[in-house]
């Protein structure tokens, strides 16, 4: 299945006329070109139902809440969605985003809870060996460079030492990793392929952090 040209250029028509009129006159189009996009959401999360177990997929609504938001245009100019990890036992989820110039995907743990966050932080702390391993293998490097994307503090976050060797990754809010896409490959035979092959290279860190998220700092199921 291949993504189509067209949604970008319906996107792209929304972005310079973001209002409620314009939208009603082409409704009838809106319907047929997310009817498309979520097919192909459809065929991401059969490719990765042959590999991992997913829980859930959301879909996400074009309509914006605009309650508490300077921006006050009704409508995003891009197509998302998620598809989340099955149980207990499997952390992490991924993430797909659509639109020309600004398409990307992204997997790992976006604002993770606060006992989640400070678990992560002191296994860091302990011993950081497994996670460098996984930022310098180079099949993660291949679709995600060398780092986690995601939010940081300035300094060391309370209790911990701002001088340990390891605290760029311990002052992480977030550990995701982001592979970005030209519209080129977007619109390529193969970007359904790519999405995969990428979503495949996130395993070992998924793996690494279900197995560090599912114990205590002495190794003993939480579950």
């Given amino acids: 299945m291949q993504f189509k040209e067209s949604t970008f250029q319906f996107l792209n028509q929304l972005s310079e ?4 009129d314009w939208f009603a006159e082409h409704k009838s189009e809106f319907d047929a070109v997310q009817k498309e996009v979520k ?11 042959q590999h991992d177990e997913i829980e859930k997929h959301k879909f996400f609504r074009i309509y914006r809440d605009v309650r508490f938001s300077k921006d006050k245009t009704p409508y995003k100019t891009h197509f998302a969605g998620s598809f989340s990890r099955n149980g207990a036992h499997l952390r992490g989820g991924y993430y797909l ?4 110039g600004e398409s990307f995907l992204a997997g790992g743990f976006w604002e993770p809870n606060k006992d989640d966050l400070f678990r992560i932080r002191k296994e860091i702390e302990i011993d950081a ?8 293998d180079p099949e993660f490097q291949k679709y995600f460079g060398d780092k986690f994307e ?20 311990i002052r992480k809010k977030g550990y995701i990793a982001v592979r970005n896409f030209t519209d080129k490959e ?33 190794g003993e199921s939480l579950l």
């Fill in 39 to 49: 097919q192909f959401y459809k065929a991401v999360q059969e490719q990765l139902e």
């Fill in 186 to 218: 977007v619109l390529s035979k193969n970007f359904l392929q790519e999405i995969d092959k990428s979503y495949q290279a996130l395993r070992p860190f998924f793996d690494l952090m279900s197995s560090v998220l599912t114990t205590n700092l002495n």
């Fill in 17 to 20: 006329n973001n209002n409620r």
């Fill in 150 to 169: 995601g939010e940081e503090l300035k300094t060391a976050p309370k209790g911990f030492d701002k001088t340990h060797p390891d605290i760029d990754l």
């Fill in 129 to 136: 060996a497994e996670f460098r391993e996984i930022l310098a």
């Fill in 97 to 100: 985003r659509l639109k020309s």
